[in-house]
């Protein structure tokens, strides 16, 4: 097998693998427009089902109430809540988190208009919910009382705070959100107020509710080709287990593999450039969960206990919550492993190292497109003796053209006495057929790396590099770079020694056109860096195919 074919096998197959990625999300069936509208109770304490339990509850711990509602038929009143980072609609029923609204990450489709993570949408259901487990506690369905209908943080202000009050039996419960300006973090907590003549110890859950359809294009950006594989649904991290990915497919079956019980970690809803978490105090003893729900609709959250709390006593419980976009440098200092939602495939080992050197050389240009640029230059360096090696076998394949063609006269369409006279040149010119094999296979993991560095870095969606490229995460507009592209590949191919097969000449030739149309469909930085690192390969390859030539030459003077 000659160079050519080899990489013609690799970089087809690996183009092949996510064009059928693509094809198979672009063609799933889509869910009905009813799932979200199924009943979404709480998670825990259902009778029948597999809700955790905490260690120890408390003899009178009981399930919240089941009534038969739609979810998206809440009876409370919308609460609007502004911030400098997010407008929020909270609902009385339950106090929770019904829509967000990002003032500062905007929507891939129109680039004015802010984007909305959270919202109630049949096709992209996806709400907060949290409540109290205990005899007469209230649940996310329990009605409160807020003092205002809107609520919105000064300017000057660092700090605003929601309270809602409920009244239940012979406890008083406070429920508070708390927003700090320059922050995705809420603190969800309640204090429970206990009337009665006898100790109460009630429980805390919190929990997402969400459909299993994937993001949206206006968060996400795919294309229906180059449609991206990044992972969307529930994730469990405990310093124990680690990151663990919960599919919604396995939630479907029961076979969700998870963590159960600890004393650290969180629990997220994990989706292409964006993150929700609920984050557990260090060192409180909590319960990991994830359901079914109903149809298409899915649980994943958290139980704490609140701790016994004595007559006439209170007692507090918090939950710090986190909505917003997956930048790697903030999501570090929240929470030890909440890095890990940026979804980088297969080989996190290296695409992280890839995007700190990335982030570190945007830390002194300002602009990712250079960035992307520098990179791949960096990259092509610490490769160059690999390349070298590659491309100098190339070059030498390349003077033996003439010499070939002879055989292939000589020996007609015996393909045997061709390969062995083949071999034999090979042995008299010294030279190794297979020698730009490994340098080329050794860098096939660093590539796909990057690809995915470039697919799942949020810090990439809607930044410009120069002129018409307006975001590095969308397509070319004008189709610019992947024209640029295929005359690249074009005169990369020319370089390059001809393949003994005229079939597998016309395949060869015909790789530029059908990779420029590929890439007509993906993110403008992943083909600015192919098109660079054909550019270096071209001056590379040029360059030897002269050295060599010109050694060739001297050879045959010196013989004379």
Not at 52 to 78: D, E, F, H, M
Not at 208 to 225: H, K, V
């Amino acid at each position: 097998m000659d160079i050519q074919r080899l990489v013609a096998f690799v970089v087809f197959s690996f183009s092949a693998l996510l064009l059928w990625d693509a094809w198979q999300k672009h063609n799933a069936p889509q869910a009905p427009a009813a799932a979200a509208r199924d009943q979404a109770q709480p998670s825990v304490s259902q009778p029948g089902s597999t809700a955790p339990t905490i260690p120890t509850p408390s003899a009178n711990l009981s399930p919240p109430p089941a009534p038969a509602k739609a979810a998206t038929a809440v009876a409370g009143r919308a609460i609007l809540i502004k911030t400098d980072l997010f407008e929020i609609e909270l609902n009385s029923e339950g106090g929770d988190i019904r829509r967000v609204t990002l003032f500062r990450v905007f929507s891939a489709l129109d680039p004015s208009k802010p984007l909305t993570l959270m919202g109630t949408d049949a096709k992209h259901f996806f709400v907060t919910q949290s409540g109290l487990l205990g005899e007469g506690l209230p649940s996310h369905k329990a009605p409160y009382e807020v003092s205002a209908d809107r609520f919105e943080l000064a300017p000057g202000q660092d700090r605003l705070v929601v309270t809602l009050q409920a009244q239940a039996g012979a406890a008083e419960v406070t429920k508070t959100l708390t927003f700090r300006r320059g922050s995705y973090e809420i603190d969800v907590g309640y204090e429970v107020a206990n009337r009665s003549a006898v100790p109460i110890s009630p429980f805390a859950y919190f929990q997402f509710l969400r459909d299993g359809n994937p993001p949206s294009q206006e968060a996400a950006q795919t294309s229906p080709i180059a449609g991206v594989a990044t992972f969307t649904g529930p994730a469990v991290y405990t310093s124990e287990a680690k990151f663990v990915k919960v599919d919604f497919a396995d939630i479907e079956k029961g076979k969700q593999s998870h963590p159960r019980k600890a004393t650290d970690g969180w629990v997220a809803l994990v989706q292409h450039y964006f993150v929700s978490a609920w984050i557990p105090p260090a060192k409180m003893e909590r319960e990991y969960f994830t359901n079914r729900v109903g149809d298409n609709l899915y649980t994943a959250g958290v139980v704490v206990p609140v701790g016994e709390v004595a007559p006439g006593a209170s007692r507090r419980v918090a939950m710090p919550l986190y909505i917003g976009p997956q930048e790697t440098d903030k999501l570090e200092k929240i929470a030890p492993g909440l890095e890990l939602v940026v979804d980088y495939g297969w080989l996190t080992i290296l695409a992280a190292p890839l995007f700190w050197v990335l982030k570190a050389i945007h830390g002194f240009i300002g602009n990712w497109g250079w960035s992307i640029v520098l990179l791949t230059v960096l990259i092509k360096l610490v490769f160059y003796p690999l390349n070298h090696k590659a491309g100098r076998s190339m070059a030498q394949m390349k003077v033996l053209g003439p010499k070939m063609e002879k055989l292939k006269q000589l020996y007609g369409d015996d393909r045997q006495k061709l390969n062995q006279a083949m071999m034999e040149l090979y042995r008299t010119e010294k030279i190794n057929p297979l020698g730009g094999c490994l340098p080329i296979l050794v860098q096939i993991p660093v590539f796909i790396a990057l690809y995915w560095v470039l697919l799942a870095s949020i810090e990439l969606r809607h930044a410009p590099w120069v002129g018409w490229i307006t975001d590095l995460s969308a397509p070319d507009p004008w189709y610019i770079l992947p024209v640029v592209y295929a005359v690249s590949m074009f005169v990369q191919t020319k370089l390059n020694p001809q393949p003994a097969d005229p079939v597998q000449a016309r395949i060869m030739l015909a790789m530029p056109i059908v990779f420029s149309i590929f890439f007509f469909f993906f993110p403008a930085g992943l083909v600015l860096y192919w098109v660079v690192q054909n550019l270096l390969s071209i001056a590379q390859q040029w360059h030897l195919n002269r050295t060599i030539a010109a050694e060739t030459a001297a050879k045959v003077k010196g013989k004379r």
